[in-house]
């Protein structure tokens, strides 16, 4: 059984930075980890990917370039950078730990789920 805290979501002006994190309790080392968003009235979407080791990680296209995900196995925690923020990145942010997020990534890979935190991009 593997826990998920995310932290660090807020309300930030657009061009600008924030930084979330996830606490992870468990086995987290085994599994791949993600990060999720889902805005109102749409569906969960993928938006970065880490590999179990922390060798690879994966973008949506519309965050390539600006959002950043890494992982500290020593602390238990994954974080995702995102710079240059746009309205449109509006969302809840999921954290997520998964066996692997190989394309379609849909929310059907994770197997477990933090509860979520808000970003808000204002024009």
């Known amino acids: 059984q593997v826990q998920l805290v995310e932290s660090g979501g807020g309300l930030v002006q657009a061009g600008g930075s924030l930084r979330l994190s996830c606490a992870a309790s468990g086995p987290f080392n085994s599994y791949a980890m993600a990060w999720f968003r889902q805005a109102p009235g749409k569906e969960r979407e993928f938006v970065a990917a880490?590999?179990?080791?922390?060798?690879?990680?994966t973008y949506t296209d519309s965050v390539k370039g600006r959002f950043t995900m890494s992982r500290d196995d020593a602390k238990n925690t994954v974080n995702l950078q995102m710079n240059s923020l746009k309205p449109e990145d509006t969302a809840v942010y999921y954290c997520?730990?998964?066996?692997?997020?190989?394309?379609?990534?849909?929310?059907?890979?994770?197997?477990?789920w933090g509860q979520g935190t808000q970003v808000t991009v204002s024009s």
């Open positions: 997520a730990a998964g066996l692997d997020f190989r394309p379609p990534r849909t929310p059907k890979s994770a197997n477990y």
């Open positions: 880490i590999n179990w080791i922390g060798t690879s990680t």
